[in-house]
């Protein structure tokens, strides 16, 4: 479900999730900070938007490239069919011709801020861009220790396997 920082009015807690969800849309202003609750209890919050980001998001590039890239009917149901992940940093999976669902989101800065800047566009012109419990939200390897720790623990791991004759790929 999706939550704002500032109150809406008509979202109380026995509205069902669709029902607050479409209470809080009607009240979004392109480009404001929102707040979403994701998987495992996390929330993400995305900033709020200067007057330079909003005026980008609005032209006509970004809806272009929304239609033939990210919700091109060859790619629908394909996560990452653009393969921009590792220039964004996030994950999206375009559901339809028009709803699309962020899948992955690395917790960073110019992610979040690039993500709230889709979301905007996607609010924009009329697409519906799902951030929700389905959303992951990962940190930052940028310890090589951290990632060095992982390759050894999947080294010790196939060993082991080994060890009991199963094959390793």
Excluded: C
């Amino acid at each position: 479900m999706k939550t704002m920082k500032r109150p809406m009015k008509g979202v109380t807690k026995s509205s069902s999730s669709l029902e607050s969800i479409n209470t809080m849309m009607k009240h979004y202003t392109i480009g404001q900070e929102v707040t979403f609750n994701v998987a495992n209890g996390k929330t993400i919050t995305l900033p709020e938007l200067n007057e330079e980001q909003i005026e980008l998001v609005q032209r006509e590039v970004h809806i272009e490239y929304m239609r033939n890239a990210i919700h091109h009917p060859n790619w629908v149901g394909w996560p990452d069919a653009t393969k921009s992940y590792k220039d964004v940093g996030f994950v999206l999976q375009a559901l339809n011709h028009n709803t699309a669902r962020v899948l992955l989101v690395i917790d960073d800065a110019p992610v979040v801020e690039l993500l709230a800047a889709q979301y905007a566009a996607y609010q924009h012109w009329g697409y519906t861009l799902h951030i929700d419990e389905a959303t992951v939200l990962r940190q930052a390897k940028d310890d090589q220790s951290e990632i060095e720790d992982v390759d050894s623990e999947i080294k010790q791991r196939q060993v082991k396997d080994d060890d009991l004759g199963m094959e390793v790929a």
